[in-house]
């Protein structure tokens, strides 16, 4: 195809060269540059792919999209845009033929309850028939295959393949978690979401290579409702009219005050058997009754997102009622069997909102005591440690501070900055650096009646330590701790 082909929807100037140039391929990793690619230079935040230039033209690519001053050479020409992971968005959108066109799109943005919603979204929409596919958190799903995720939401270049491929499976609808860094890097540009969803927001994801400060945070989660074309809000959020700022879409909410267009009343909290979950009515724009076997207040504001993404595609009542009695999702609030005296979940909990909301829905149910085992990962958020230290020891009635993906970083000095938000006395807490120790600790000390949560690894296989990635998997360790110390199951 020709050069001019991607781009149709740019500002950009002609350095040199042609625009009817034939290119082969759009390629932003030097590593795959074939003869006649196009190669868009990123300046990440390790790399500046400006640096890649020289190596990508003696493989023979075609044409260089720089946002820097470069010396340009003969046969080969250069674009030059002010952004190029904008200009990266618009030239995906065109090389995979507009995708977003097909398929409707749903991306929803928040700070917690974007992968639970959109599983639940999935669910209601294919137990109606339409096919639904999903990128997120823990995987994109197109039909059957299932492709493990290295991010929330992935590269422009990645999302609008994975549309197309979303398109040509025949594929009706795609639902997807769009983090505020995706908002940031361009990585969903290029196209308007049919639906854009807000869950929720608190402080989260300020620091080095995330966002400069909350107001950045939130005036990133924002730019989603200027690029969508109906608007799905939760109206409770103190911070709605803060993420209106600047709306063009179309604008619905839901949540609990009276006002709003879809609400939950009367909600009760279901303990039947063990099994626990929640029951609520749904009010205003539709009418009816649902209950969720999955725990917690949140669970609610969920599978009410959930509720007024579908009513759009106009599911029946009783599919939305037979879909949320029956969804769950890997690592969130996964109930893991290990006796009946006591209850094991794992969860992907690893902020201080989330926590806090975890386990004030959990004592509601009353357990015997709460016991909450975590740890926070390295080169992430500072303050997350303090304030998730601080929670744990203001909720549980025990806390287990251990690793989670301590990636660069000691993983002692993190355990450190956990203990300083740790307002509990001695015998109230421990501290054991390896995992698979902690939660040997917590299952060997359970009591009759206790809720013990793994918190923080929700769905992941591994465990960043010192710059290695190595498998572990909290529902494998906990039958290998089983295998090792059978008084665990035999006294259960
Ligand atoms: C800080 C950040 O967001 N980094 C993301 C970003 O990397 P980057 O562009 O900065 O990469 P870089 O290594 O500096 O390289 C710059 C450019 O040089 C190119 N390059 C590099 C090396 C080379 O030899 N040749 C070459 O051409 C690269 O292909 C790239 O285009 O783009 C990559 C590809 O899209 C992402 O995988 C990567 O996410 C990293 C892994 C990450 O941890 N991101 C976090 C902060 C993140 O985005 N999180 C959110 C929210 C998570 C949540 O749900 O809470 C998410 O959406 O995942
Ligand atoms: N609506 C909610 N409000 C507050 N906490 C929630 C909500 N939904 C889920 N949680 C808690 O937050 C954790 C993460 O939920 P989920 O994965 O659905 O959110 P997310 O927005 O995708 O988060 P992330 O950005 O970490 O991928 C859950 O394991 C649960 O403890
Ligand atoms: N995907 C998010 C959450 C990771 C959760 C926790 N397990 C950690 O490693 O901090 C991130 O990379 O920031
Ligand atoms: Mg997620």
């Given at each position: ?129 339409i096919k639904t596919g999903l990128i997120g958190t823990i995987e994109s799903i197109i039909g059957d295959c299932h492709i493990p995720s290295e991010n929330t939401t992935p590269e422009s270049y990645v999302v609008q393949e994975t549309f197309r491929k979303m398109v040509d499976a025949g594929l009706d609808a795609v639902v997807m978690e769009v983090s505020s860094q995706a908002m940031m890097l361009h990585r969903v540009s290029g196209f308007t979401f049919d639906y854009g969803v807000f869950t929720n927001l608190e402080e989260d994801h300020i620091g080095e290579n995330e966002h400069k400060d909350f107001a950045d945070y939130m005036h990133c989660k924002s730019l989603l409702f200027r690029q969508c074309r109906v608007g799905i809000f939760n109206g409770d959020s103190e911070y709605f009219s803060g993420i209106l ?248």
């Open positions: 195809m020709k050069l001019s082909k991607l781009l149709h929807e740019l500002d950009y100037e002609l350095l040199s060269g042609s625009e009817d140039v034939e290119i082969t391929s759009l390629v932003y990793d030097s590593r795959k540059v074939e003869k006649g690619s196009v190669f868009v230079c990123i300046s990440g935040s390790v790399r500046d792919a400006h640096d890649f230039i020289d190596e990508v033209i003696e493989k023979g690519a075609a044409a260089i999209v720089v946002e820097k001053d470069v010396p340009c050479k003969e046969g080969v020409t250069y674009i030059k845009t002010a952004n190029n992971r904008l200009a990266l968005a618009c030239m995906s959108a065109a090389y995979f033929d507009y995708p977003a066109r097909h398929i409707k799109t749903i991306g929803i943005t928040g700070t917690k309850g974007k992968t639970t919603t959109t599983y639940m979204v999935k669910s209601i929409l294919e137990l109606s028939g700022e600047g709306h063009t879409c179309e604008v619905e909410t839901f949540g609990c005050a009276e006002t709003l267009d879809l609400r939950a009343e009367e909600i009760e909290l279901k303990n039947r058997h063990g099994e626990l979950g929640v029951k609520y009515h749904v009010r205003g724009l539709m009418n009816f009754d649902v209950e969720v076997n999955v725990p917690g207040k949140f669970s609610v504001y969920n599978s009410l997102t959930a509720i007024a993404i579908c009513r759009h595609f106009g599911v029946p009542t009783e599919q939305i009622q037979e879909a949320l009695k029956h969804v769950s999702v890997k690592g969130r609030i996964e109930l893991v069997p290990v006796s009946k005296k006591y209850t094991v979940m794992i969860d992907y909990a690893h902020n201080a909102m989330s926590l806090e909301s975890l386990l004030t829905t959990l004592r509601e149910y009353e357990p015997k005591r709460l016991v909450c085992l975590f740890g926070c990962g390295g080169n992430r958020s500072r303050s997350r440690r303090f304030e998730m230290g601080e929670v744990s020891s203001k909720l549980a009635d025990f806390t287990i501070v251990t690793s989670d993906n301590p990636r660069d970083e000691d993983p002692k000095a993190i355990m450190e900055d956990i203990l300083v938000g740790i307002k509990k006395a001695d015998g109230e807490y421990v501290t054991i650096e390896d995992r698979k120790e902690a939660i040997a600790y917590a299952l060997l000390n359970a009591k009759e009646g206790d809720i013990i949560v793994l918190a923080g690894k929700g769905h992941e296989d591994y465990q960043i330590i010192r710059g290695k990635k190595l498998h572990m998997d909290e529902r494998e360790l906990i039958q290998e701790i089983i295998k090792e110390h059978p008084e665990i199951v035999s006294e259960a």
